[in-house]
């Protein structure tokens, strides 16, 4: 079926240690994202891009690299993951033209422990 | 700056009740996008519905409907017939038109629909 597709779904981590979270979407979308989501703060963005070469910062970058080399896939990548990282993290995406413009599609989420 | 208020953090209602959440937004720009989504116990979250900002009537989607007020900044979810599988976390967000414009989410409301 048509998505987001985002792998792994549970990690373990050690302090310092790296890792990538992927994410792919066979929808052509121009527009993906990545959100972590904590208790009581809702969803925030890490970064997002607009499409294959570009990304930015969203409102909370630290610790974390993205790069878009392609439509479809959009890694999160945590260099020397720390406590704080522990968190769900879910990777969005949209159209930025047409009908469905604006409505994003998500993945099934990643839960990220850090010890 | 832009925020989205969802001032109940928890409610629950009766099966077949009818049950509003609310949500209340800030933005200075006449054209967006509002969305209330759904995250169940899977923590995939899903589009429940959507409201283009100058359309005046409704949006309504089977047992979900909006009261949108756009002078009031006010953008509620009326879930009528409440069944189990509603109970979820809902999230209410906004994006201002344009390509480019990230989405702002409150902090969102857990549902309970009891037997």
């Known amino acids: 079926n048509a998505g987001v597709t985002q792998t792994p779904k549970f990690q373990v981590l050690k302090t310092g240690q790296s890792m990538t979270l992927q994410c792919a979407q066979d929808?052509?979308?121009?527009?993906m994202s990545w959100y972590r989501q904590d208790p009581g703060m809702g969803l925030r963005l890490i970064h997002y891009?607009?499409?294959?070469?570009?990304?930015d910062q969203g409102e909370v970058p630290n610790g974390y690299n993205v790069s878009r080399s392609t439509t479809e896939d959009f890694p999160l990548r945590l260099l020397s993951a720390a406590p704080s990282q522990t968190s769900v993290y879910f990777c969005?995406?949209?159209?930025?033209?047409?009908?469905?413009?604006?409505?994003?599609?998500f993945g099934a989420g990643s839960r990220l422990t850090v010890l | 700056a832009q925020t989205v208020t969802q001032s109940q953090p928890e409610m629950s209602v009766q099966e077949a009740e009818t049950v509003t959440l609310s949500c209340t937004y800030d933005t200075s720009e006449n054209n967006y996008y509002l969305f209330w989504y759904k995250q169940p116990p899977s923590r995939q979250m899903i589009l429940v519905i959507r409201?283009?900002?100058?359309k005046q009537q409704n949006a309504t989607e089977n047992r979900f409907s909006v009261n949108f007020q756009k002078a009031a900044k006010s953008f509620s979810l009326k879930i009528s017939d409440s069944q189990l599988g509603d109970t979820a976390m809902y999230f209410c967000a906004f994006v201002n038109a344009g390509n480019n414009r990230k989405l702002i989410w409150g902090l969102g409301t857990s549902l309970a629909v009891n037997p």
């Open positions: 969005a995406s949209r159209s930025i033209l047409g009908f469905g413009a604006n409505v994003l599609t």
């Open positions: 891009s607009v499409g294959a070469g570009i990304t």
């Open positions: 409201q283009e900002a100058y």
């Open positions: 929808m052509n979308h121009e527009y």
